[in-house]
């Protein structure tokens, strides 16, 4: 039976990078709108289901900037298909964040209704929100970065929000479907800009992070703006993004996984496995790295309330992961996203343990010459602490890339 290596905690070193003070940051953000909202009016605020750092704070300045100028916001989730495609499913995925009525001092409505708003030149049929129509503005709040299924001048962001979030279930279906006839970056654009003509939208607030996954900038884009301004954003985020530092990993372990991690569960942007599929044999289809040619999941986050997305990307799982799976909620994200791939349930092991030994044997021999190359992380968003082997190790020494940690991880069973 194979031993399993010892791990070496370590610490990437990233650029050093200014953070930003989101109590200054979002006041001024909001010079943008000042114009366009009137004292009484409603404001409907977007939020979507994302894991970002200080997001309950960000929202938080933001209704109270907005009831200074004599406005009156409430929130919606802005967030397609998560949390079950339901209403007390979305409500429960704010709440896991600390985003409730009570601690926003302002109403949440959920409700999954849209109304229909037209159709793009190329026929894609457009929903919005009923309760977002009904608002005298809408602002949307998100973090803009890479999108995990497809690579353009847009990704992650406001835009997709305006689409994707302001659709609902609804939209979302026709958009996913939209993009498998018209490309995804296409559909995107076409939407957004029916979804700029056609609705109260203001703009929103877009939120880059650091390689570390704090705040690095905010800024305050108007809707008129949007599709020239993302872009731009996007290859500042794309620049900022962290990734694992190594050639060839032989095997990932990634401690958890889920929707507030990334839609696709784990970002393909990191593990470079595409939610439409991968192959298991341990040659580089490409030129990214790294490649990584086995894959271990160990757990699903709280915050995904049982919603799997991505498990089809691992080549194993453990029971632990099993156990809470909501299978309904998982497909119903995958068909919503026409990802099958996405949701399909890989070999599942009782122990970690179990796990790392049979993937290691299923490599080639010569594969593990001086030993396997193995990585831990918490998740693919957060990637600042590692934990290695020692061939890893001693690829990076004297690079500068990485230095010894105290970072303690929870045994693996």
């Not at 007390?88 to 964040?97: D, I, N, P, W």
């Not at 160990?298 to 909501?326: F, V, Y």
């Amino acid at each position: 039976m194979m031993n399993i290596p010892n791990f070496i905690p370590v610490r990437q070193i990233f650029p050093d990078r200014p953070g930003v003070d989101v109590s200054v940051a979002i006041p001024r953000c909001m010079e943008e709108f000042r114009s366009k909202i009137s004292p009484g009016s409603r404001i409907a605020i977007g939020v979507g289901s994302r894991g970002i750092t200080g997001y309950r704070e960000q929202i938080l300045k933001l209704l109270k900037t907005i009831r200074e100028s004599g406005a009156e916001p409430f929130l919606f989730p802005a967030m397609g298909s998560h949390g079950g495609g339901t209403e007390s499913g979305q409500r429960e995925v704010l709440a896991s964040y600390g985003i409730t009525e009570t601690n926003m001092g302002c109403e949440i409505r959920c409700s999954m209704s849209v109304e229909e708003i037209g159709k793009t030149p190329s026929g894609i049929e457009v929903a919005c929100s009923s309760e977002a129509l009904r608002a005298h503005g809408i602002l949307l709040i998100n973090r803009i970065k890479p999108h995990t299924d497809f690579f353009g001048t847009l990704g992650s962001g406001l835009v997709k929000m305006s689409v994707v979030g302001l659709g609902k279930q609804v939209g979302a279906t026709r958009f996913h479907l939209a993009a498998m006839q018209f490309g995804y970056q296409e559909s995107l654009q076409a939407i957004a800009e029916h979804m700029l003509r056609n609705t109260p939208l203001l703009g929103g607030i877009a939120i880059l992070e650091r390689e570390d996954h704090q705040t690095a900038e905010v800024h305050g884009i108007p809707a008129e703006d949007l599709l020239e301004r993302e872009p731009e954003l996007l290859q500042k985020a794309r620049a900022m993004m962290p990734t694992l530092p190594f050639e060839t990993i032989d095997l990932l372990i990634i401690d958890e996984i889920g929707k507030n991690i990334s839609g696709a569960g784990m970002d393909p942007n990191i593990t470079h496995r595409s939610i439409h599929g991968y192959s298991s044999l341990p040659i580089p289809p490409d030129e990214r790295r790294p490649f990584i040619k086995r894959i271990y999941v160990r757990d699903l986050t709280d915050e995904t309330h049982g919603n799997g997305i991505g498990i089809g990307m691992a080549d194993a799982i453990s029971e632990r992961l099993l156990s809470k799976l909501d299978r309904e909620k998982t497909f119903r994200n995958a068909l919503t996203a026409l990802t099958p791939q996405s949701a399909k349930i890989p070999i599942v092991f009782k122990t970690d343990l179990a796990a790392i030994r049979a993937m290691l044997e299923s490599l080639p021999l010569s594969d593990r010459t001086g030993g396997p190359r193995i990585v831990r992380i918490k998740n693919t968003l957060e990637l600042t602490e590692l934990a290695i082997t020692g061939p890893l190790f001693e690829e990076l020494r004297g690079t500068g890339r990485l230095r010894e940690s105290d970072c303690e991880w929870p045994d693996l069973a």
